[in-house]
């Protein structure tokens, strides 16, 4: 499975997500998943932000070799399932062709529509990164149940997609 996080500048809130996916799902025994990361406004090969280098460094987690991606329609593409931080992502993946692949990360770990974005700390203090980074966690372990029990997690001893399970609507 190829997971896509999108946020708006690809420095906080997805790379931030991105790393906390491929640490969960290494405690996990996840070994199908792809994570990457991209920005709906981000600026080309900008690095993450001084409070999520900061953050994922108190978890033992590296964000400096990050650099931040824009957007694209290959991304869309290349991604089975994509987790955005905001309604506003959604409309531009979805713009981008990812109908039926698409959700807010909150909905898709909670298997609801109730619409809650993801706290955007850019510009706020560290505690504000702290609390972003400890919401993102509690999701990404949430969607990882969801993605093993439904069969396309990819861990040790399932076998892929559940053919019951539609893909999550955008």
């Known amino acids: 499975m190829r997971l896509l996080f999108v946020c708006t500048g690809n420095t906080c809130r997805s790379p931030m997500a991105e790393v906390i996916a491929r640490s ?5 025994g996840v070994v199908e998943l792809q994570v990457s990361s991209a920005g709906t406004s981000a600026w ?3 690095s993450a932000s001084d409070g999520a280098l900061l953050v994922a460094m108190e978890h033992g987690l590296d964000l400096g070799t990050h650099r931040a991606r824009p957007l694209s ?3 869309v593409a290349s991604a089975d399932l994509i987790l955005v931080m ?4 959604r409309e531009r993946v979805l713009a981008l062709g990812g109908e039926g692949r698409t959700s807010l990360l909150t909905d898709f770990a909670a298997r609801s529509t ?4 993801v706290q955007d700390p850019f510009g706020g203090d560290l505690e504000i990164y702290r609390a ?3 919401e993102l966690t509690q999701e990404i372990a949430r969607v990882l149940d969801r993605l093993v029990s439904d069969g396309s997690g990819g861990a040790a001893g399932t076998s892929g997609p559940s053919s019951d399970t539609p893909p999550p609507r955008g």
């Open 24 to 28: 969960v799902a290494a405690e996990r």
């Open 44 to 46: 080309d090969g900008a």
């Open 73 to 75: 329609r290959d991304a």
């Open 86 to 89: 905001g309604p506003h992502h």
């Open 114 to 117: 109730e619409g809650r974005p």
């Open 132 to 134: 972003t980074y400890e």
